[in-house]
């Protein structure tokens, strides 16, 4: 089964709104990740966020991480239309697996 | 452009052959991991390599295999193939183990007829 799931599956927004995506996992973690996949292409990596932090940003990028509800959620602010892509989160257990959720599909209409 | 090659691109074949699939991690990762992306399965660990020795394995079928060369590239050998194993198939690499990010080649589309 997936160590994470996110939500909602589908998201469809216009220009210049926030996007945001959340992601659930059912063991510790050394750490999540959050990863995005234009169509038919290679995952690329956004941001790592380790079990000992709460937040991280990068660029219009936000990241919070909740161990007590083993949760996580990325936050897209301005969004713009070439965020269109899908987004994975992917939990690190012990032994160094990182096993991907089913993913986000989102949209950005201009 | 990560940095990962994987080839080839895309491979039709029939039902019972097998094939091989290849990657070149970026230089200077020493781990490499295999995914299979379906449809109806998300995102699958298949089976992860580090400096040559099998470390971590998933969700591979039996009738799956690979190896990493000492020239760090891997292979994965899929065979008896069936129409389900048709999907993309992700390599990936990274500096170490864990803790550091996956870099990933666009992948080999398989379709199997």
């Known amino acids: 089964s997936q160590q994470g799931e996110e939500d909602p599956q589908a998201l469809s927004i216009q220009e210049g709104e926030n996007a945001t995506m959340n992601c659930s996992y059912k063991?510790?973690?050394?750490?999540l990740q959050w990863y995005r996949q234009n169509s038919g292409r290679g995952l690329v990596h956004l941001i790592l966020i380790r079990s000992n932090e709460r937040e991280k940003h990068s660029g219009r990028l936000r990241v919070t991480l909740d161990t007590s509800k083993k949760s996580s959620s990325l936050l897209i602010t301005a969004s713009r239309a070439a965020d269109t892509a899908s987004y994975f989160c992917?939990?690190?257990?012990?032994?160094?697996?990182?096993?991907f959720g089913e993913g986000t599909q989102l949209t950005v209409n201009p | 452009d990560s940095g990962v090659t994987q080839t080839p691109k895309h491979l039709i074949t029939a039902t019972g052959q097998r094939v091989t699939l290849r990657c070149s991690p970026r230089?200077?990762?020493?781990?490499v991991y295999w995914y299979q992306q379906s449809l109806d399965q998300g995102l699958q660990f298949l089976i992860q390599y580090y400096n040559g020795e099998e470390r971590a394995k998933g969700n591979i079928l039996e009738r799956f295999s690979a190896q990493q060369f000492p020239d760090l590239h891997s292979e994965l050998n899929l065979s008896s193939l069936e129409l389900g194993d048709s999907a993309l198939y992700f390599c990936?690499?990274?500096?170490?183990?864990?803790?550091?990010?996956?870099?990933f080649g666009n992948g080999t589309r398989l379709t199997v007829t």
């Open positions: 992917a939990a690190e257990t012990s032994g160094s697996r990182l096993t």
């Open positions: 990936a690499s990274s500096v170490e183990q864990g803790g550091s990010p996956l870099h």
């Open positions: 063991t510790s973690i050394n750490n």
């Open positions: 230089s200077g990762d020493l781990s």
